[in-house]
Structure formats: structure tokens, C-alpha cells
Nanobody
């Protein structure tokens, strides 16, 4: 059974850091690009970042560029989203998604599989 599970979301103060994880099971992980998306209360889902199947391509939304870093460890079937200099506007449910993409990734939500999300709250 194909499954993605996000973890690491919690309450953090503005300016703080957090690392989210996306763990996969049930499929050949290193054939899939991974995207990170988020949805704040009352707002539409928006793109955050993505990474290609072997990590050679990484993309970021302008809103997080320079603050967030995406990486993956295919031996552990896990993708990470390191979030630094967090702002209250980063508060949202964060989702990872997986899709087959050859040598690239997409900031559009055109992914086959989605996790259930992890909640990040940035507040003092």
C-alpha cells in the first residue's frame, strides 16, 4: 500500500527553525519526485518546494526562497524540509506529495500520492 506520512510539525516562535519529514512506504521511492505544499486556514493550497527523484533539481516558491531547504535521503525513503527564519505567515498544514517525473519536479500539485499533512504554527 502506497503511503506518505509527514511529521515534525509543531508550534514554533517567529524566527525559529523546524524540520519536517516525509516518509514513504509501499513504492520505489527513488523513482518519484516529491513536492511540498501548504494550506493555511481559510486560504488555498500553495506550493512550497519540490525535489526531483535523485535530488538534482530543487525548486522553491518565492515566499520561502532563502529560508527553506528541501533534501532527500533515498536510503531512508525520506524527504526533509528544513525551515528557518519562520514567520507567522508560514503557519499552515504542510503536505508532501509524490509523483513520477523524469529528472525534474513540479511546484504544481500534479502529484499522484499525498500525505495527510502536519501542522506548523508560528506564533509567539
Amino acid at each position: 500500500q502506497l503511503q506518505l506520512v509527514e511529521s515534525g510539525g509543531t508550534l514554533v516562535q517567529p524566527g525559529g527553525s523546524l524540520r519536517l519529514s516525509c516518509a514513504a512506504s509501499g513504492f520505489t521511492w527513488d523513482s518519484y519526485a516529491i513536492g511540498w505544499f501548504r494550506q493555511a486556514p481559510g486560504k488555498e493550497r500553495e506550493e512550497v518546494s519540490c525535489i526531483s527523484s535523485r535530488g538534482g533539481t530543487r525548486k522553491y516558491a518565492d515566499s520561502v526562497k532563502g529560508r527553506f531547504t528541501v533534501s532527500r535521503d533515498n536510503a531512508k525513503n525520506t524527504v526533509y524540509l528544513q525551515m528557518n527564519s519562520l514567520k507567522p505567515e508560514d503557519t499552515a498544514d504542510y503536505y508532501c506529495a509524490a509523483g513520477r517525473m523524469l529528472g525534474t519536479c513540479s511546484l504544481s500539485p500534479t502529484y499522484e500520492y499525498w500525505g495527510q499533512g502536519t501542522q506548523v504554527t508560528v506564533s509567539s
